[in-house]
């Protein structure tokens, strides 16, 4: 079956560190000022040879830059809050179309205005296709896009998208398509998605906060999830589909909204192998008609499950598996799958409740109504995970040892011993 295609950071101290350690290394390389010795970031893209830094003072440019396949830096001197890059609403802010690397850096910038719905409808933020950059610590709010990616646009690229906020993109002028309000990763390749807060974004179809479309085998890992919204489709904040073998680890995914999948929808086609999710916490997310936290369909039966907890809203229940296509779930293992007053695991999965250490039960977060998921010393989510689990983080989500008391706990954060 194959599915349709219809913060506030300061990077001043990274950038001193990150400057000393390019310099030394090509004893040519040069730091390129914006605007006082060229008056663009595209005019010092222009001058800039691979190995130099091209280094903006704060002020907003209206412009739409495009690395040129360089392997350069481009970075702000005082952050994202000061120093703004505009697209004037007439294409993408940022390309990278021509084989950057991930030593082709985009660092500290606020990416705005960017619109990406008349010629290549893709990307309205960042637009990336052909390359493979690294896109750290910027804010890519406030873009639009056509078919996919208003924030940011990932087309077969091995790109690294890390500690970025994105939020408030959506679409624009069209309907369907392969969605990802705030970021849409499409193409077999191996994409790094890691430490992003991806919030407040919508599409017209599905995929409110994010689209994996035969994504090939791309890393997402502790990033925060919350307030997206694919307009009573499917996939509020994840929407998985043509899957290969992605790895969702250790991401919040909390307050977001759709028709089915509220949190994350995956739909698997006959042959692929699907995807891996360890030590997520999928809770808080608004009513949808199946699958509150998590829907599953497709040939599904592939798809590895450790570590997690999802939570439906009050009545509904927290994870479908769709039979339509295959009788045989997912696999469960060590996963707490709970609803207030409904279900936690239905449909076919509903036989991989009690089983294999799958438990239904209040995790006791420690405070949902302010968006606190860590657990309370009760829950009994803490040394209930499997050690075993692949790809299991030496830390949590909140940075914090990931195994206290000899075994992990479900979900994204590990107890303490402080609470």
């Known amino acids: 079956m194959i599915e349709r295609r219809s913060l506030n950071f300061s990077i001043a101290p990274v950038a001193a560190l990150l400057l000393v350690a390019i310099l030394p290394a090509t004893a040519s390389a040069k730091v390129i000022q914006v605007p006082s010795q060229q008056p663009t970031i595209q005019d010092g893209i222009n001058v800039a040879s691979d190995g130099d830094v091209v280094q903006v003072s704060a002020g907003t440019y209206t412009e739409n830059i495009n690395f040129d396949g360089k392997i ?33 850096i985009l660092m500290g910038f606020t990416i705005e205005d960017g619109a990406a719905t008349s010629s290549s409808y893709d990307g309205g933020g960042v637009s990336i296709s052909g390359g493979s950059p690294t896109v750290e610590g910027n804010i890519i709010e406030n873009n639009v896009a056509c078919d996919g990616g208003g924030g940011v646009y990932v087309d077969f690229s091995s790109a690294v998208i890390k500690n970025n906020m994105i939020r408030n993109n959506s679409q624009q002028d069209c309907s369907g398509g392969v969605g990802g309000g705030g970021i849409a990763v499409v193409g077999a390749a191996s994409a790094q998605v890691i430490g992003n807060t991806i919030s407040k974004n919508t599409w017209g179809s599905s995929g409110g906060g994010m689209t994996l479309f035969s994504a090939g085998t791309p890393t997402i890992m502790n990033n925060i999830f919350t307030g997206n919204n694919a307009s009573g489709s499917e996939g509020g904040a994840i929407w998985l589909v043509n899957s290969e073998n992605e790895l969702l680890i250790q991401n919040l995914v909390q307050g977001n909204s759709a028709g089915q999948g509220a949190g994350i929808y995956i739909s698997i086609p006959s042959g692929s192998i699907g995807p891996v999710l360890v030590n997520n916490t999928v809770a ?52 707490d799958a709970y609803t207030p007053n409904g279900t936690g695991l239905l449909g076919t999965c509903a036989s991989e409740s009690d089983i294999n250490g799958n438990i239904s039960a209040n995790p006791l977060f420690v405070s949902p109504i302010q968006r606190n998921y860590q657990l309370q010393s009760r829950s009994p989510a803490i040394n209930a995970g499997d050690n075993n689990a692949p790809n299991l983080p030496n830390k949590d989500l909140a940075g914090k040892k990931r195994i206290v008391g000899g075994t992990v706990d479900m979900g994204a954060y590990e107890y303490q011993g402080t609470n």
Do not use: K, R
């Open 72 to 104: 350069i830096t481009v970075m702000s001197v005082s952050g994202p809050t000061t120093t703004i890059i505009d697209g004037n609403h007439v294409g993408s802010v940022v390309t990278f179309d021509s084989g950057e690397t991930t030593s082709s």
């Open 284 to 335: 808080g997310n608004l009513q949808s008609a199946q699958g509150s936290a998590l829907y599953a369909t497709g040939f599904d039966n592939q798809v590895l499950l450790f570590n997690n907890i999802f939570t439906g809203a009050n009545g509904q229940n927290a994870v479908y598996c769709d039979s339509t296509y295959d009788q045989t779930p997912p696999q469960f293992t060590d996963n």
